[in-house]
């Protein structure tokens, strides 16, 4: 500021002779105040607003207006420093001076209710901030014209209020009307467009129109770094939005490394527990575990957490939803227990804080469907994501999410080995995903689902066609994460083993348990098919000495994850016993055996399955051992549990 040390002087010796408040030294604190906002140092100026608020209090002179003034003034720099509670409280006293006024100033109380339904906004209460822009909206129409500063700031408010609610055309019509406006009003090149630009291209993006919203972008990234430089807050929004594009394209990693500049351009012009800090944190943890880097995701979250639980109190969506992402962070990593605790913490965290029917509450229906998914529970994964599907299907424009919950439940009929349930579930994903954003990056994602549903059909034809498609599209991607890889190795491995093309179905196999490891650790669940076709290779190509380390390795992964006596467990015990047993080893292959059978039972000792392929395959290998008496006394064993196992079900 040009005058901040006369002013500073002036009220200085103010205080020194006691000066009430004179016309002269509210006038000082008001350009003081007005400066350090000017310049974007909410921290300077918070205590002059809170000092201008006082004297004014103090004085029987003071006019209504400047009242009202000095407390959006305050609710303004508490705002930008992150202190909603404070700034909420200034705004509304400011309205509340202005409705007691016979004749308020329309300009000014209409500012004042933008500004209250900008802080409506930033606290996600969109009702109450709808109705605030009504209101200013309402007091300016037919008083100032449409390309007025004020209403455009009001049209660019009920833009964002339209985003929201998914309601895309409208916001566009409204973002495109104003940046035509501003450009007639200030010039092609006028820093003033930036936040125009940002508006228009963020619905645009939204809109699947990414080739339209980049050249706005970069466009208002260099008025931004002309105007302002680059630590400036229009700076960061604009490389913001580069990234948000970034992750649209599939381009994880150059989003990362964008969300990386944000956070450092707003860790240095923002107060460490800005919430404008915690949504950064959010975005850059949700690109690194897109990357499969859950680990270093994690830490982001919390930290996001911990700034939303200090600004908004523990009970906010803001911090339900992060714990949900923190739940997220714990199931890529395979600590399923932390994560199904912290996600349903979230889920009654938003059932406390939330309408009964709010589709963010879908979000978190989802994760417990994956959570249950990768415990291969697929009743409780399948009641989780209907539940969210039911909710996200009452906010049909949000296309993407809906698409993303019939995914899961595609995955989830597939483990169901329900083929044409998941078709359905991936035809309907398929349209969602078209519509959001035309050719989208998670259709190569339906196309690999489909094969797996084929190969469930047992139709190799169509099987090896969709999952053909599926590597055609992953391969068009910019970039394509490890998790992506290693599905699309899953799904060709499953497909070679049907068609007994053994050699490639091993090669698969290893790539996807290499790229697994890459994508989790070297104890997560998610290794376990892997390990498991690796092993079915090596046996059908007579290679039990092979096969039997991988079988190892994912019994102890089973038995850490799921618990001894889990079916999982069973599946690996059996192909031990069958190792054993073609290697001669007799000693171990009867007690494998043996363990397979108590598996087999329930706690109670009836009985919970009957024999399996594996266990049974294993009596014509005794008998063509020359182990007769052997293998008649196993058949007559399993023909007895066969027997009982229908008396159960009976």
């Known amino acids: 500021m040009v005058c901040e040390q006369e002013l500073l002087h002036e009220l200085s010796q103010a205080r020194r002779n006691g000066i009430a408040a004179s016309a002269r030294l509210v006038r ?36 209504s207006d400047d009242l009202a003034q000095a407390r959006v003034r305050l609710a303004i720099a508490c705002q930008a420093l992150g202190d909603l509670t404070a700034a909420e409280s200034a705004i509304l006293a400011a309205i509340a001076i202005y409705q007691q006024m016979p004749d308020p100033p329309v300009l000014d109380f209409a500012a004042a209710l933008s500004d209250a ?24 129409t037919g008083v100032l014209p449409e390309h007025h500063p004020e209403r455009v700031r009001i049209r660019n408010n009920l833009g964002a209020l339209h985003v ?38 963020d619905v645009l993006r939204r809109r699947g129109r990414g080739d339209e919203a980049e050249p706005l972008l970069l466009r ?19 490389l913001g939005q580069l990234a948000e594009l970034c992750l649209d394209r599939g381009s994880w990693t150059a989003a990362v490394r964008l969300w990386q500049q944000v956070l450092e351009i707003r860790r240095a012009i923002l107060p460490a527990d800005h919430p404008q800090i915690a949504r950064t944190l959010r ?47 714990c199931l890529a990593q395979g600590r399923l227990a932390n994560a199904e605790r912290l996600t349903r913490e979230a889920l009654l965290l938003q059932q406390e804080s ?48 809906l698409a993303q919950s019939c995914l899961v439940w595609a995955e989830v009929e597939l483990g169901r080995e329900s083929a044409a349930a998941a078709l359905s579930a991936l035809d309907r994903a398929a349209e969602l995903l078209q519509r959001a954003r035309g050719t989208h990056p998670e259709l190569h994602t339906v196309f690999r689902l489909r094969a797996s549903a084929a190969l469930l059909e047992q139709d190799l034809p169509r099987a090896e066609q969709e999952a053909l498609t599926a590597h055609r599209l992953a391969n068009a991607l910019p970039e394509r994460t490890v998790a992506e890889t290693a599905d699309l190795a899953a799904v060709f491995s499953d497909l070679y083993s049907q068609q007994r093309r053994w050699h490639e ?49 994912a019994l102890a992964i089973a038995e850490r994850t799921h618990g001894t006596k889990h079916p999982q467990v069973a599946v690996y015990v059996e192909r031990l016993a069958r190792v054993n047993l073609m290697l001669r080893r007799l000693d171990a292959f009867r007690a494998w055996m043996q ?19 594996q266990l049974e395959s294993c009596v014509e290998l005794l008998r063509a051992a020359g182990e007769h008496a052997e293998a008649d006394r196993w058949s007559e064993h399993f023909a007895a549990e066969r027997e009982r196992h229908a008396h159960v079900l009976f």
């Open 595 to 613: 363990r397979a059978v108590q598996l087999m039972d329930d706690e109670d000792g009836t009985a919970a399955a009957e024999p399996t392929v």
């Open 220 to 238: 208002s990234l260099n008025l931004a770094r002309s105007a302002f430089g680059m630590q400036h807050t229009h700076t960061a929004h604009a």
């Open 28 to 63: 000082a604190m008001q350009q003081l105040a007005d400066g350090y906002l000017a310049a974007h140092r909410p921290a300077e100026a918070r205590p002059w607003c809170e000092e201008l608020c006082r004297e004014l209090d103090r004085s029987s002179a003071t006019s």
């Open 283 to 329: 975005t850059l943890g949700e690109s690194l575990l897109r990357l499969g880097k859950a680990a270093e995701a994690e830490p982001l979250f919390d930290e996001a957490k911990r700034i939303c639980e200090r600004v908004f109190g523990p009970q906010h969506p803001q911090v339900a939803s992060l714990m949900g992402n923190l739940g997220r962070a």
């Open 117 to 140: 339904a900008e802080l409506f906004f930033a606290q996600g209460r969109y009702e109450s901030a709808r109705q605030a822009s009504r209101e200013a909206s309402a007091l300016l």
């Open 505 to 553: 179905a091993e090669s698969l196999a290893e790539q996807e348990l290499s790229l697994r490891e890459r994508q989790y650790h070297s104890e997560h669940a998610g290794l376990l098919p892997a390990l498991r076709k690796l092993a079915d290779a090596r046996l059908a190509m007579d290679q039990p000495a092979a096969a039997e380390a991988p079988l190892m390795r």
């Open 354 to 401: 939330l309408a009964t029917d709010d589709p963010v509450i879908g979000l978190t229906h989802r994760l417990l469907a994956q959570i249950a998914l990768a415990r291969r529970d697929f009743a409780t994964a399948s009641e989780q994501i209907h539940r969210s599907l039911r909710l996200l299907e009452q906010r049909p424009k949000d296309a993407d999410e």
């Open 164 to 201: 929201v609610r998914g309601e895309l055309l409208l916001a566009e019509r409204l973002f495109r009307r104003n940046l035509c406006a501003a450009e007639d009003a200030l010039g092609y090149y006028d820093p003033g467009l930036v936040t125009h630009l940002h508006n228009l291209a």
